[in-house]
């Protein structure tokens, strides 16, 4: 573009600012630059992707396509020295978040990636998450004993089911909902299936906290400045729980399976006879400040400086 004719006849290339993004665009060092970005940044995009989407369950994927990331980063770049303080920035920011014992557990447990590369179980980390997660779902020490050293143990060796052939093949498409190969080759090992079943079928989106916020912005308004931020927060916890936003957690399951976990079987009655209504707004008004706010009255939020005082 800044090469043209039609560049050159314009008012913009005659001005300081177009002066300077010429200096900046046209010189190769800068086409460099940003070939670089994208070889970087083209397989993390990937990730934020599948990250971001709520349709499919994507719980399974996002560790093991993390490392596929580093990976692609570093056949890219090539020289240690260019690829070691991207992977570090990744390993920093991912700390915590991205290795928890959900998404390594997820990524065990992910066929996909364990039949072609059953040196996973090997991992240190993997494995103290995963005995994490099966503590954290199964009460009962006995039945921790029999899920890890039984049938995770059939699992891992491929014993029996999974040791077939085509338990290989069900797993070699990445668009397949793998909480169904388990239902086709876990019944060897109920437990552990049905962890498994409950982990694959999770999506990972971020699009429930960005619901969230706009509940925020309803219930704390201008006028409803006061409300103290224990009651603010059960506020928002019963209108966004209200909804069916998180429906997507339970829908691998069948229909009983889904009954018993939206609603107890101890609540159901009670709950059915409550009668539904639209929340008003007199409902998100503090008691003490309930006799304060008049309609026509706007309080003015505390300027950033007076906080800073605080």
Known sequence: MMTSNEWDNTKWSKSKKGKEAFDIVVPN???ILINLCLRVFT?????????????????GFVYGELLKAKDDIIKTLKR??????????????????????????AYLLNPF???????????????????????????????????????LQRYTQKEGAYGRKLAACGCENTIRVFSCWWDFNGNETPNLKLMAKRILGLTTSSSSCERNW???????????????ATRMKNLVYVQF?????????????????KADNILPSKRGNRNSQV???EPDKDDFVSDDTENDLNEEDEIELESDKELDKI
Request: hydrophobic share 35%; aromatic share 8%; net charge negative.
């Open 80 to 105: 240690e020295s260019d690829y070691m303080p991207i992977l570090n920035i990744i390993d920093l920011k991912g700390k915590d978040r991205i290795d928890s014992p959900l998404h390594t557990t």
């Open 29 to 31: 060092d800068f086409w």
């Open 241 to 257: 729980n209200a909804s069916n936003a998180q429906s997507w957690i339970v829908d691998c399951c069948d229909d009983e399976e």
């Open 214 to 228: 706009s509940v925020f912005e309803g219930v704390h308004t201008k006028k409803r400045n006061r409300l103290d």
């Open 113 to 151: 990636y364990f039949f072609k590369n059953p040196k996973i179980k090997d991992n240190q980390l993997i494995t103290n998450n995963v005995i994490l997660c099966v503590e954290k779902f199964f009460s009962d020490a006995q039945m921790q004993h029999h899920v890890i050293n039984v049938e």
């Open 275 to 277: 009668e539904k209504r």
């Open 43 to 59: 397989p993390l995009v990937k990730v934020l992707r599948l990250v971001d989407g709520e349709e499919k369950p994507s719980m």
